[in-house]
């Protein structure tokens, strides 16, 4: 598994943009890079997955550097609801998800 | 609606007294996981079934077993709970294609706490 790091905690805005980065320096060429969120009192769910270009679906979108080193998770519009875990995972075929810290993201009114 | 579902949501148990954790799914999913997460951490993976074959990590406490006996059904027992495993425990699964593109879908969790 590629080994991930995430700042432990970040703060938004209501309706302003959020990036949240991962460094996954040690990820190989075939490793796909996870994001998944908990919510409080929930279990983890899929957020966004992505390999080499950049992703988009309804929930976010995942820009990842063309070195591969680092991705970043872009909510567009972050709202109250969008305050959780946000784990970046790295992912090789016949793994399973060995999951980080991640960023604790609080979201202000 | 629900997709994966677990029972209870919470349950008390006594010091050295078996308990029983279950999790069902309406997804048809191939592999099922279990997940502890204490207080505060991530979630770690006990063990994992791909249909019937059981996989265990490798630090796994001898003292978790779970059974698989058909493929909606999952369950994770703790023959002697001790204070150290009081957290929550997640169930998830996936089609089991390939990992690596694999999606997991979680349930709610179930609060074990030992008194």
């Known amino acids: 598994d590629a080994k991930t790091t995430q700042p432990n905690s970040m703060e938004s805005n209501e309706e302003e943009p959020v990036h949240l980065p991962c460094n996954h320096s040690t990820i190989s060429g075939t490793d796909y890079i996870h994001w998944y969120r908990q919510l409080p009192s929930q279990g983890p769910e899929y957020v966004i997955h992505?390999?080499?270009s950049n992703v988009n679906n309804r929930m976010a979108s995942l820009a990842i550097a063309e070195d591969r080193k680092s991705s970043t998770l872009i909510l567009h519009r972050a709202t109250l609801r969008d305050a959780a875990v946000y784990y970046c995972?790295?992912?090789?075929?016949?793994?399973?998800?060995?999951f980080g810290p991640g960023t604790r993201l609080s979201v202000l009114p | 609606d629900a997709m994966v579902i677990q029972n209870p949501r919470y349950q008390v148990t006594q010091f050295g007294k078996p308990v029983t954790l279950s999790c069902s799914q309406t997804?048809?999913?191939?592999?099922m996981y279990w997940y502890q997460q204490k207080s505060s951490q991530a979630p770690k993976l006990l063990f994992h079934y791909y249909d019937k074959d059981f996989n265990n990590e490798a630090d796994t406490p001898d003292n978790f077993q779970s059974r698989r006996p058909n493929t909606s059904f999952c369950f994770l027992d703790i023959r002697s709970p001790g204070l150290g495993d009081a957290a929550m425990y997640l169930c998830?699964?996936?089609?089991?294609?390939?990992?690596?593109?694999?999606?997991?879908?979680f349930g709610p969790g179930t609060r074990l706490t030992v008194l």
């Open positions: 997804l048809n999913h191939n592999v």
């Open positions: 992505g390999l080499t």
């Open positions: 998830a699964t996936s089609r089991g294609g390939g990992v690596s593109t694999d999606t997991q879908y």
């Open positions: 995972i790295g992912v090789n075929y016949g793994q399973n998800f060995v």
